[in-house]
């Protein structure tokens, strides 16, 4: 059974950074398409940034691209999501995602068979 853990959220001023980590357990790290979603209050998931098998490819949210980051460490199994020039807008709870059913990147929800619990980010003025 694969398994995601989220941690890293909590709370920052805008302009501030945050580093969120997701440990995939279960099966093999390298297998895995990974990426991040979030939901804020009243709104639907949405796309963040989603990384390859390798790391070779990354892919990112307009609204996010040039100020977050999404890497792996596959000796770790672990994939992070570095989160600068953070606003109020970025607010939400973030989902660490994976599927291994492709090797390319995934934009959509209903892309990744399996989510973390998620983590709570909160950007205040």
């Known amino acids: 059974q694969v398994q995601l853990a989220e941690s890293g959220g909590g709370l920052v001023q805008a302009g501030g950074s945050l580093r969120l980590s997701c440990v995939v357990s279960g099966r093999s790290f390298r297998s895995y398409t990974t990426g991040w979603f979030r939901q804020a209050p009243g709104k639907e998931r949405e796309f963040v940034a989603a990384i390859t098998r390798s790391g070779g490819s990354t892919g990112y949210a307009g609204s996010v691209k040039g100020r977050f980051t999404i890497s792996r460490d596959n000796a770790k199994n672990t994939v992070y999501l570095q989160m600068n020039s953070l606003n109020t807008e970025d607010t939400a709870v973030y989902y660490c995602?994976?599927?291994?059913?492709?090797?390319?990147?995934?934009?959509?929800?209903?892309?990744?068979?399996?989510w973390g619990q998620g983590t709570q980010v909160t950007v205040s003025s």
């Open positions: 995602v994976a599927d291994s059913t492709y090797s390319g990147l995934k934009y959509r929800p209903g892309d990744y068979d399996y």
